[in-house]
Each structure stands twice: as C-alpha cells, then as structure tokens.
C-alpha cells in the first residue's frame, strides 16, 4: 500500500542518528525504547519542531510547504508535556485545535473521552490524568490524517490506557497514521508494528509479537521475560 | 465581539453624559480662539495619551503574558518601563535630542534591552519566581542608572525637570509629542494584534506551535520587539505609568474565557479606560495639588497584583 506519511533523514544531533521512514494508511506504530533513546527526537522530528533535517511527505504534499492551516489539516501532535497555565475551559481547550468552530466535533470528542462533566473546568484546575485527555481530545479535533503522540498513556490509569488505545484504533481505522510513544510495554499487542530505539539507532522494526522475542529486545531494555512477567536480565 | 461593541456603546454612553456641552457650546460661540486652546492644546493632547498610553500597556501587557507563558508578565513587572524611562533620560540629556521622535527611539532601545536582558536573565518560560526577580532587578538598575544619569546631567535643573515625568504624568503634552509617543504604539500595536489567534495556540505549549508550521522564537522576537518600540514611545513622553499593563490583560481575560491572544484587544480597551479614569482621579483630587498619575495607579494597582500572587500561591499549594 502507498505510504499515507514518508519521512526521510529525520535524526537530531547527538539524540538520533538520521533514519527514513514510512507509514500506512490505517496503521497503528509504536515507538518504544528506554529513557533517552530518542523516541521523543523522533516524534518531533517527523513534526517538524526539531530543526529542518531531513524532508517529510503526508501524502504527495511536502510538510515543509505547507501553510499552517493545511498543517493543522493534516498533523495533529501532542507533546509529552501536560501542563497548561492559562485558565481555558476544557471544551474551549478542545475547540483550540479547529480552524472553524465545529460544536459538534469537540462534544463528541468530550463525550468519546467522558470529559463531559468538566467540559467546563478550566484545564489548569484539572488532574494531569484528565488534562493528558482534554490535550489529547485537542490534537484529535481537527481529525487529522497523522498523529504523532508523544507518550499518550503516561498518566492514565488501565481504563483509560486501553480506552484511548481503542478510540484511536477507530481512528486509524477511517485511514489515519497513528505514531505514538509507549513506555508500557504489556499494551504492544494493540499496535500493528513496533519500533525500537535504543541510543538514538533504530535497532528493530516488527510486529508486536515478534518483536518482543527478539533478543535485541531484552538486550535493549535490560530486562527479560519470564512467563509473562518481566525480571532483570 | 458583541462585547467589545457593548463595551464601546458604554464608554461613548458615559462620555456623552459627562460631557458639559451646553457651557462648551457658549464657549466656542463666544470665544473661539480661548476653546481651540482648551480644547486642542490643552485637552485633546491629555484625553490622547490617556486612550492611547493606556491601551498600548493593555495590549503589550497581554502579548508579554503570552509570549512568557505568565500571568504577571506587564511593562513594568519586566522592567521594560524602566529601561524605557533610562532610553529616554540618556537620549534627552546626555546626546541633547529634543525631537520627541528621536527620544521615542531612544526609550524603544531602552525597553528593547531590558526585555533582552530579562531574556537572557530568566528565560524564554520564565517560571512567576525569576520572572518577578528578574524584572525587579532590572527596574532596580534602570532606576539607580536613571538617577544617576539625571545627578550627571549638564542641567542643573534635570531632577526637578525629569521628576514629574518620571512618576507619569500625561499633563501639558504638546500634539508633536503626542503623535510621537501614539504613532508608533499604534503601529506596534497593530502588529501585535495580528498574533491574537497565534498566541492562543501557544498557549498549548512551543512544540504544538511549531508542528503548526509557525516559528516560536521568531514570534517571540516579534513581540518583543513591537512592545519594546510601543512602550518605549509612550514612556519617552508620558513617564513610566505601573499596574495597568499587568491588570488590564488579567481582567480582559475574565472575558475571553482565559484566551491569552484573543484577550489583546480588550486589554487595550481596558487598559485605555483604566488610564482615562486614573488621569480623571489625578485631576479630582482635593489636595489643591494633582497626585502624580503613577501613584494614582499604584495605589489602586498594589491590591490587585497582591491578590492574582496570593491567588497563584494558594492554587499552586492546593
């Protein structure tokens, strides 16, 4: 299938050695890794926050090309930072991420995410659980073709974890790139292929289920499994 | 929008009624050339600055709470004031300039180095601590080198001269130094509201701005800029007026639902009615002499600043 987002010689000094990649239409991706090895880089990278390296395609449109409007169209990013200073009303947070204001959308999303009863809260009064939601319902809102989520789940407690997983498997599945960050390691079966790092190289692109046989995999996280629970190596 | 309208119809509502018309229509019957002076000369020069001053610290005051990331970020919280009135102070008596255009470009440089120095002092997303610290000892050796400056001056007179001005006063302003100070503030600030929309998302955090395809630091640099030359201008003719640059954004976003862009416009509103009524104040004391304008708004300005800090602390706590 035609990759929906092609990237080539994404990389960031010192954090990730320059790498391409493509992803499918309807595709879920995640992008695991121990603390420092570039997940985050990479995110940014294909977002187009970190410097000009490198070129990146959504579709037959060049990033770098675009206008933000047509950006917002297309890219939706969430950053792994959760705070938010300003005292903006979660529904008004949400509606941030429209061009035009679309009430329907951003109820649907507060009511996909069960933000309905602090659609009126203002967001720096909220957990960081439920501020992690609302800026995640932002970055959904224009319903973009690719999402690149840095850490999504951090924060959450299991029903959310695998509630968002579900929303944006729906997502991916009306033909949306879904990238995203991961740091527990027991949700991988929920994606279509897994991307390890490890000192800023790629060190293996796989299913889930082979991926965490991989002896690249306990050698990369230290650790090793031993009948479904990890240990130290 | 329907806001701004309504508050407009207010303002010109009030104006209306305050207005002694009947006594100013026998006065320009009578003696045309007496009411040119009070109105013209005397007047409209004051009314001008009061609008004009109080809506370009309004407005530079969102756009630096904005670009900081900072609800007590404002003209004179960052020092800009200060360094603005030292500008002006070295340009006036130091390198002789008497054009008030050329002293305008003297207080730009001023606030533009302060808020560069506070840049570098404190960071792009100064935390309320460094940001406060650093605007204090900036205003501190803006202030120290102001009197200095003023000790040196080759006129004997310069403090008694400079005093008045440096509390604030809109009063005696000559139409010249009027567009000079208004000009450029209303050019600045003109840009500055064109980012409205763009500091709303940056409230989202630098990284979503820039997967957006715009350039935070450039927009920063803009801000900077543009409020450095529209406080500059102001300060080089008015003096260095505090509190409404840091209360008029606080109190325009009780009415954008805590947008910090969209709440520019109603800043400058707010900030242009604010300054209008302290002047009113300066002139209704009854203490046979007028209070100095920047102690007018100090003194009405203190409890506001120290309730949003008690209320930042006891939200931080709880």
Redesign the interface.
């Known amino acids: 299938m035609k990759p929906l987002l092609a990237a080539t010689g994404i990389g960031a000094a010192e954090r990730l050695a320059r790498l391409d990649l493509s992803l499918a239409p309807g595709s879920m991706t995640a992008v695991i890794g121990p603390n420092g090895s570039g997940k985050t880089s990479l995110l ?1 990278g294909l ?3 970190e410097g000009p390296g490198g070129s990146v395609w959504i579709g037959d449109e060049n ?1 770098d090309a ?3 409007a047509r ?2 169209a297309l ?1 939706g ?3 792994a ?1 959760r ?7 979660v529904r ?1 947070l949400v509606a ?1 991420g429209l061009a035009k204001p679309d009430d329907g959308r951003v109820e649907s999303l507060l009511d996909d995410l069960e933000l309905t009863p602090l659609a009126n809260r ?1 967001a ?2 909220l957990s960081t659980g439920e501020r992690a939601r609302a ?1 995640l319902a ?1 970055a959904l809102a224009p319903r973009p073709a690719v999402l ?1 989520l840095d850490e999504p789940l951090s924060n959450l407690d299991p029903y959310w974890a695998l509630s968002i997983l579900q929303l944006l498997r729906r997502t991916a599945a009306a033909g949306a790139v879904v990238l995203m960050s991961l740091h527990d390691l027991h949700l991988l079966d929920a994606f279509d292929r897994v991307l390890l790092l490890n000192q800023g190289v790629l060190m293996a692109d796989a299913a889930p289920d082979l991926i965490a046989t991989d002896p690249v995999f306990a050698e990369t996280f230290r650790v090793e499994t031993d009948g479904g629970r990890w240990r130290l190596r | 929008m329907k806001l701004l309208l309504v508050t407009a119809a207010l303002v010109i509502g009030l104006i209306g009624m305050m207005t002694p018309w009947a006594p100013l229509r026998e006065l320009i019957d009578t003696d045309p050339a007496v009411a040119h002076l009070l109105l013209v000369e005397l007047r409209l020069p004051r009314v001008l600055l009061a609008l004009g001053y109080g809506a370009t610290l309004g407005l530079t005051g969102a756009a630096l709470q904005a670009i900081f990331a900072n609800p007590l970020a404002s003209p004179d919280i960052t020092g800009s004031s200060s360094g603005a009135a030292l500008g002006a102070v070295l340009g006036g008596y130091f390198l002789g300039l008497t054009g008030p255009l050329l002293l305008a470009g003297c207080g730009a440089a001023g606030a533009l180095l302060a808020l560069l120095l506070l840049l570098g002092l404190a960071g792009r997303r100064a935390d309320s601590s460094s940001l406060l610290l650093a605007g204090l000892a900036i205003s501190l050796a803006a202030g120290a080198l102001t009197s200095l400056a003023l000790a040196l001056a080759p006129s004997p007179f310069a403090f008694y001269d400079a005093f008045d001005w440096l509390m604030g006063s809109l009063e005696d302003r000559s139409l010249r130094q009027v567009a000079a100070a208004l000009i450029p503030a209303a050019a600045a600030g003109l840009w500055l509201a064109r980012y409205s929309g763009t500091l709303d998302r940056l409230a989202l955090g630098e990284d979503v701005l820039a997967s957006l395809g715009h350039d935070p630091s450039r927009l920063r640099t803009e801000v900077v800029i543009a409020s450095a030359i529209a406080v500059g201008a102001c300060v080089s003719v008015c003096g260095s007026v505090g509190f409404v640059g840091l209360i008029a954004p606080i109190a325009a976003r009780r009415l954008t639902r805590g947008h910090p862009g969209r709440a520019l416009v109603p800043a400058a509103l707010i900030g242009a009615i604010l300054l209008s009524a302290a002047d009113l104040l300066t002139r209704l004391a009854p203490l046979g002499r007028a209070i100095p304008l920047g102690v007018i708004t100090a003194a009405l300005g203190t409890p506001i600043f120290l309730w949003v800090l008690l209320r930042m602390r006891w939200r931080l706590t709880s």
Do not use: K, S, T
Not at chain 1, 83 to 89: K, L, N, Q, S
């Open positions: 940014r977002a187009r926050i990033l675009m206008v933000p950006r917002a890219l990013f969430l950053p930072a705070e938010m200073i300003w005292p903006i009303a008004d941030l203002q720096d009064r800026l932002r690149l």
